[in-house]
């Protein structure tokens, strides 16, 4: 509609009087403000699912084993459940808290600027080796569905006696021992300590 | 050295040719959600959008005699 009108006025040339600067501000204001916000919003769900995440090929080996319905992993279990499902990467990843979507999306900027500049020929079995999380997974994150208060939680008794340290993050919920890491290819590097 | 902007109809026939670019940006990033076209319609295609829509408001502008009103 936009397209029709702003061909129009430059093909027909037509006078500036009150009905063309009507069409024009349709043509030139509210429909592409409309497409804009529409592709916003699409573009910004977009980003949060998994074949979205998966699309640089050093995540592929993590996508894969998330739609793999026999893998075992926690990322694959979580994107088994309906909460989770196709954005199990993001809802995992996201930082939670009141300015948590702006710093998550700050975050994926980060990723696209470095796979653009560092990763984007890197070879897979390289990229498994070398790229690592910037940061583990906070227990926050667990903590936002699995609630450390609740009696059933509290009834498993590794649970209850690693209480105040998985409250303060001392010890990952996805480590060895515990659950085990997210992901197959979960690497321990200098900035990922074994807990 | 004063500058000074083009007539009218040519601004809005720039704004015009911008939107014609910008608008196609963004609906194929609607149409096929993958990588590059999100990140094209996020960032490029908003610029030149924004930019369409700048010109089309200093049009208006100069209609309205906004710099005269302001003067006064």
């Known amino acids: ?195 | 050295m004063k500058l000074r902007l083009p007539s009218t109809e040519r601004l809005l026939r720039a704004a015009c040719v911008l939107a014609l670019v910008a608008l196609p940006l963004m609906v194929w990033s609607i149409v096929d959600p993958t990588v590059w076209p999100v990140l094209v319609a996020l960032s490029l295609g908003q610029a030149i959008g924004t930019l369409s829509l700048l010109l089309f408001l200093v049009a208006v502008a100069r209609d309205l005699g906004l710099r005269a009103k302001l003067r006064k």
């Open chain 1, 1 to 195: 509609m936009a397209a029709a009108i702003l061909i129009t006025f430059l093909v027909r040339r037509p006078a500036l009087e009150g009905t063309t600067k009507l069409w024009l501000l349709m043509g030139i204001g509210v429909f592409p403000i409309a497409t804009a916000a529409t592709a916003n919003v699409s573009g910004f769900a977009a980003t949060q699912s998994r074949t979205f995440c998966g699309s640089c090929h050093v995540m592929i080996p993590h996508a894969s084993d998330s739609n793999d319905p026999h893998s075992t992993s926690l990322s694959a279990i979580h994107a088994r459940s309906d909460q989770f499902g196709h954005d199990n990467c993001y809802t995992c990843h996201k930082d939670y808290g009141m300015y948590g979507y702006v710093l998550t999306k700050m975050g994926g900027m980060r990723h696209v600027y470095l796979y653009l500049t560092k990763y984007h020929s890197m070879p897979l079995e390289e990229a498994k080796h070398d790229i690592r999380v910037v940061s583990p997974v906070p227990n926050e994150n667990c903590m936002s569905c699995h609630t450390t208060t609740a009696p059933g939680w509290n009834k498993v008794p590794d649970h209850a006696s690693a209480l105040s340290d998985v409250r303060k993050g001392a010890l990952s919920c996805a480590s060895p021992g515990c659950h085990g890491y997210a992901h197959p290819y979960t690497k321990l590097g200098k900035e990922l300590p074994a807990k």
